[in-house]
């Protein structure tokens, strides 16, 4: 279990109204928010809250410390994640994980870590991590979409090692290269210096 502080969920949901998950201090109509980090599910229904639930206390377990976030539900709507399910990108300060599709299922579970994982990554790892990723690893672009395909950037094959060290089920690794259990494991070691947290070898 994590001793961190309660994390702080600020609904701004039109679907849903979020009553758990608040600390003392906090003042929803104010907008203001108290605790080791605050998570903002904007027009997010149920069940797609249960994920990102899920997802930021896998970081949680780990030990991690997660960055504000802000969460925005946008149905089958390509455009705000530029024609992709999921993205991740910072607004003023703030994390902000676009959701653009209304199918709840376990690989949109995984898209919703992913994008997280990414929040922490561009949160938490330091140059010096990073360089070490780049050696193991062995790409030239950490985020160049026009350079290099999607699996050949740095910051794509970091968030998919976060998700498969952190994830709570046995999940294949078939979206970047260097997938075996012994690759996957290297790199997490490499970006958080520990063991990963469930890193299930079953299927890799």
């Known amino acids: 279990m994590s001793n961190h502080l309660p994390r702080t969920i600020l609904a701004v949901a039109t679907f849903l109204s979020i009553t758990v ?6 003042d929803v109509g104010a907008g203001t928010v108290t605790g080791s980090s605050t998570v903002e599910l904007v027009d997010v229904p149920a069940e797609f809250a249960a994920a990102t639930e899920w997802a930021t206390d896998l970081f949680d377990e780990a030990g ?3 960055p504000p976030l802000r969460y925005v539900f ?3 709507t390509r455009e705000p994640c530029a024609g992709r399910p999921g993205l991740h990108h910072r607004i003023k300060g703030v994390n902000v994980i676009e959701i653009c599709t209304s199918k709840m299922t376990p690989a949109t579970q995984v898209l919703i870590l992913h994008e997280t994982a990414h929040a922490w990554i561009d949160h938490a790892i330091t140059d010096e991590r990073k360089a070490a990723f780049q050696q193991l690893r062995g790409w030239t672009y950490w ?3 026009g350079a290099a395909a999607w699996h050949d950037n740095g910051t794509e094959q970091a968030a998919e090692i976060i998700v498969w060290g952190l994830i709570d089920r046995p999940m294949a690794m078939i979206r970047i290269n260097q997938n075996s259990c012994n690759d996957l494991e290297a790199g997490y070691r490499a970006l958080t210096g520990r ?9 890799c």
Do not use: I, K, S, V
């Open 21 to 26: 998950g608040f600390t003392a201090g906090t």
């Open 195 to 203: 063991a990963p947290l469930h890193g299930f070898e079953d299927a």
């Open 143 to 145: 985020r160049n979409y």
């Open 64 to 66: 991690f410390d997660l």
């Open 74 to 76: 946008h149905g089958d």
